[in-house]
C-alpha cells in the first residue's frame, strides 16, 4: 500500500516556457530534480544547503537558483548527487509530514486543489505509518 501512496507525478516549476526544475515530497522529504547542461564536468556544479536557502549552479558563473526555501530542512541529512544528467536534491523536512506548496518560497506554488491533493497523500501516508 505504501507504493501507492508516493507521489504520483512530479511537480514542474517553469519559467518562460522553459522547465527550471521538477520536485515531489514524501513525508520526511522534499526531491528537486534538474536537468544538467550538456558538455559541463560532474566537478564543476555545486549545491549549498541551508536550514532556509539553497544555492547551485556552475562554479565560475552566477547561481541557477539562489532562493529562501518554502520551509525549513535538517541540512545534516539533506544531500544531492548528480546521476544521468539530473541534478538529485534531497531536503529532509525539518517538521515531517508538513505539505509544501513549493520548495522555493513565492516561486512555482501548486494550486490549491493539487495542494490539497498532496496533503491527503501525506496524511494517508502518515497514518499507515503510524
Known amino acids: 500500500m505504501a507504493e501507492k501512496l508516493a507521489p504520483e507525478k512530479r511537480h514542474r516549476f517553469l519559467h518562460n516556457g522553459q522547465t527550471v526544475f521538477e520536485w515531489d515530497q514524501t513525508l ?5 530534480y534538474i536537468n544538467l547542461p550538456p558538455n559541463v564536468h560532474s566537478k564543476q556544479f555545486y ?13 565560475g558563473n552566477p547561481p541557477y537558483l539562489n532562493h529562501e526555501l518554502t520551509c525549513p530542512v535538517k541540512t545534516d541529512s539533506s ?22 506548496a513549493s520548495p522555493i518560497m513565492g516561486q512555482g506554488q501548486l494550486d490549491p486543489y493539487v495542494t490539497d491533493q498532496e496533503q491527503k497523500r501525506l496524511m494517508l501516508q502518515r497514518f499507515q505509518e503510524e
Do not use: A, P
Not at 47 to 59: F, M, R, T
Not at 79 to 100: A, N, P, S, Y
Open 47 to 59: 549545491c549549498k544547503i541551508q536550514s532556509k536557502h539553497i544555492e547551485l549552479g556552475i562554479k
Open 79 to 100: 544531500f544531492w548527487t548528480l546521476e544521468d544528467d539530473v541534478m538529485h536534491i534531497t531536503l529532509t523536512k525539518r517538521d515531517k509530514g508538513q505539505t509544501w
Open 28 to 32: 520526511d522529504e522534499i526531491n528537486i
